[in-house]
């Protein structure tokens, strides 16, 4: 069954970024680009991981920011387009192709990033894979009547639900916010392990 599901969102997304030229754009997210010095600020080191990278726009940011960073996505497509601009940028990325709904963290970071990804069971496990003291930024939809109908409702955050998982965990919460009517609402924050 999870070979299944594995493959059907494999050609998914490799169909997704094979079609488009570049899926999000070319330039990292602007929440993590504005808060990049607090975030450096936070970080216990510089070794940074990339939860469903797609085609490395934020981890070609990072590593560009002087992070060691590996980068997990599900798409030998959009993970190709990574290398390549990885490659034409100089830098040194170690992305992976794997199905995160089974990946088990078997090292320690300082920055885990995820944007626009939700699998509820992998938060706990990326809080777990942080270094004392590192950092987790997490930016992802948000169920809103302006959310297009192709996102299914398990793939969306409820309102609220962010700050309550991440109040769970010892630490602290920065910047989080709600955005329910932009046009892709969102809901972010950045965590603090202490």
Same mark, same amino acid.
């Given at each position: 069954m ?5 493959n059907?969102s494999?050609m998914?997304?490799?169909e ?8 999000l ?5 602007r ?5 990049m010095? =607090?975030?450096k %600020?936070l970080?216990?080191?510089r070794?940074?991981l990339?939860?469903a990278?797609? #085609? *490395?726009?934020n981890?070609? +940011? ?5 992070f060691?960073v590996?980068? =997990?996505d599900? %798409?030998g497509a959009?993970l190709?387009k990574a290398r390549?601009w990885?490659?034409? #940028? *100089?830098l040194?990325i170690? +992305?992976r192709r794997l199905n995160?709904e089974?990946y088990?963290f ?7 990033i995820?944007?626009n990804?939700?699998?509820r069971d992998?938060?706990p496990?990326s809080v777990?894979a942080?270094a004392?003291?590192?950092v987790?930024?997490f930016?992802?939809l948000?169920?809103?009547p302006y959310?297009?109908?192709t996102h299914?409702?398990?793939h969306?955050l409820q ?11 010892p ?5 989080p916010?709600e ?10 924050l ?5």
């Open positions: 999870h070979r299944d599901r594995d059907v494999h998914k997304w490799d997704r970024f094979r079609d488009e030229e570049c899926v754009g070319t330039e990292p997210s929440y993590l680009s504005d808060n010095e =607090l975030i %600020s970080v216990p080191g070794r940074a990339d939860i990278c797609g #085609e *490395g726009r981890s070609i +940011f990072l590593a560009g920011q002087g060691s590996v980068g =997990l599900i %798409s959009g190709e390549c990885m490659e034409r #940028e *100089g040194r170690d +992305f995160l089974e088990g078997n090292e320690q970071y300082d920055l885990i995820n944007f990804f939700l699998l992998l938060i496990k777990a942080l004392p003291g590192g987790m930024v930016d992802t948000l169920d809103s959310v297009p109908t299914k409702k398990e969306l309102p609220g639900e962010l700050q309550r998982i991440f109040r769970g965990f630490g602290k919460i920065f910047l916010e955005r329910l009517h932009d046009s892709m609402p969102t809901a972010r950045i965590f603090w392990k202490r």
